[in-house]
């Protein structure tokens, strides 16, 4: 059966190392793969996407990696901080389906 | 507005009564879906609207959901017979049309419904 894993349910870092979550998944063959960010009582905010014949993508102090041999993608947020506080969710779509499916989520919390 | 707008964004219900979320999505977003979280879960898929093609029910729950988006704009999300398990925060989010931009989907703050 197709499953989307995120390797834990919860992370604590302390401010200014570096989070690395990490994205699981079995019997997809994703043409995307994006994660976003929820805060408490909100919708889920996009961040970043990397196609299937992207390695690695940058944005600010994110950087997410795709590796479509081990079927993982990780997300780091380096010199975190407080504010990064949040559950982080990828999704992806694979091949003709038309709606994106969603892992359950990395709770981050960024400790001052 | 900007954004994907919902409404209500609370409602508490009796069980057994019928109730109506709206979504208003992205003005020029043709594609309009419904998410269902419950409390510390993931995202699970109700259905999706592309233009006027047929859309997709496969998520739908049971036949106590229905869904309809008019002129290709905004959404109803129907829940009849409502029960407890159907407490849960919906969801709506629009985007471009498939294949345009990656099919990144803009969420609404979502319609937190509970079922008392």
């Known amino acids: 059966s197709q499953k989307i894993e995120q390797n834990s349910e919860a992370l604590n870092i302390q401010e200014g190392k570096t989070a690395t979550l990490t994205c699981n998944y079995t019997n997809y063959s994703p043409a995307y793969l994006q994660w976003y960010r929820q805060d408490p009582g909100r919708g889920p905010v996009f961040l970043l996407l990397i196609r299937e014949n992207e390695k690695e993508k940058r944005k600010e102090r994110l950087k997410v990696t795709f590796d479509t041999t081990l079927k993982q993608s990780l997300f780091h947020i380096t010199a975190s901080q407080p504010a990064d506080s949040a559950t982080y969710l990828c999704a992806l779509r694979s091949g003709s389906a038309r709606q994106l499916t969603f892992g359950s989520g990395t709770q981050l919390t960024v400790l001052p | 507005g900007a954004g994907v707008s919902q409404s209500p964004s609370n409602k508490v219900t009796e069980k057994g009564k019928d109730v109506e979320l709206r979504c208003d999505p992205i003005?020029?977003?043709?594609?309009l879906y419904w998410y269902r979280q419950s409390l510390g879960q993931g995202l699970e898929f109700l259905i999706y609207f592309q233009g006027n093609s047929a859309p997709d029910k496969s998520g739908l729950p049971s036949d106590r959901f229905s869904a309809e988006r008019t002129g290709g704009s905004v959404s109803t999300l129907t829940i009849q017979r409502t029960q407890q398990e159907d407490s849960a925060v919906y969801l709506c989010a629009s985007s471009l049309r498939q294949g345009e931009g990656g099919n990144t989907i803009y969420f609404g703050e979502g319609s937190w419904l509970t079922v008392v």
């Open positions: 003005s020029g977003h043709t594609a």
